[in-house]
């Protein structure tokens, strides 16, 4: 069913692709998207969104060197080419908070153009602490009962309406085959490892990024979880400092957009976890996984999309996996 944009720049702006499509109508186009992935494997339907508007807890617009005097536009890329920012003075899927600052932000840019001589990229994200456009600021999140902090410009999900439901969920299919162990690979500043954690005697968390990794051990020490350790590691081996048996263990896999890759994929095949959660903002790339680990051996059970993306294209979904049957 069609639906008014709640955006003037809908159309224009690349960032949204359905504010014309009824939210009823967005949940069941993703879940179909994501059941066409997974053909002969149960797939629930989306899980919506509480705010369909207002969610995204941080921006990113960006502006062009200034040239000829004229000050360029603040936004972000327009559709079509060549590529080119379109000016945008809001967002409708950016919670009021930022929205706010946001306004007070661009005026700011605006006053200091003399002072610029290249484009750049900015920064507004709100959190539990408050709202921040310093990329360096340290700020606080609360996700059920974990209390998280993290640098403002560190990747964390952006739809803080949803995430709560997400974290308990894979808490939850982590728990499915009674495993005594949790390894929470690409484990960033902790949230899902930490949420499962209560579950398991002991859960290790494994980071390529130093900095994560010194997040992580911060927030699990913030938030009394006495039974985890935080790992760096290198990427060619992830597991090999993990001190316990695969057949005991529960993974949890939450790659970049791009998927695990081949590297990553033989590390874990080889470990041979009794349970596999796979979280992905790219289930097209995780389908793909997914196949190499059905063909090692692996059956998946389920695959859950949650919409922490409305108005967009965009899906996060959750494959669990469990060794043989």
Known sequence: MPATPACPLF??????????????????????????????ISVGGCIPSPRPYG??????????????????????LKVGLPPRTLDVPACPIAT??????LTLLRAEVQAQWASY????????????????????AVVTEVVGDLSL?????????????L???????????TRGDEARFLVDAYCGSGLLGLSAAPAFERVIGVELSPSSVRWARDNAARNGRDNCEFLAAQAGAVFATVPFPGADTAVIVDPPRKGC??????QLIAFAPR??????????????DVTALRAAGYHCRHVQPFDMFPQTRHVEAVATLARGG
């Open 11 to 40: 159309g224009q702006c690349g960032g949204c692709q359905l504010q014309d499509l009824a939210y009823d109508d967005q949940l069941a186009l993703k879940t179909e998207e994501v059941r066409q992935l997974y053909p002969g």
């Open 55 to 76: 969610y995204r807890s941080k921006l990113t617009p960006h502006f062009p060197r200034p040239r000829l005097g004229r000050a360029p536009a603040i936004g972000f």
């Open 96 to 101: 009021p908070a930022v929205n706010a600052r």
């Open 117 to 136: 001589h290249r484009g750049a990229s900015l920064l507004v994200r709100e959190a539990s602490s408050g709202v921040t456009v310093d990329p360096r």
């Open 149 to 161: 902090q993290f640098s403002a410009s560190d990747f964390f999900q952006n739809n803080p309406f």
């Open 163 to 173: 995430l709560p439901r997400l974290a308990a969920y894979v808490a939850g299919e």
């Open 261 to 266: 890759g081949d590297d990553f994929l033989r």
């Open 275 to 288: 349970t596999i959660v796979y979280v992905s903002c790219n289930p097209e790339t995780q389908a793909r």
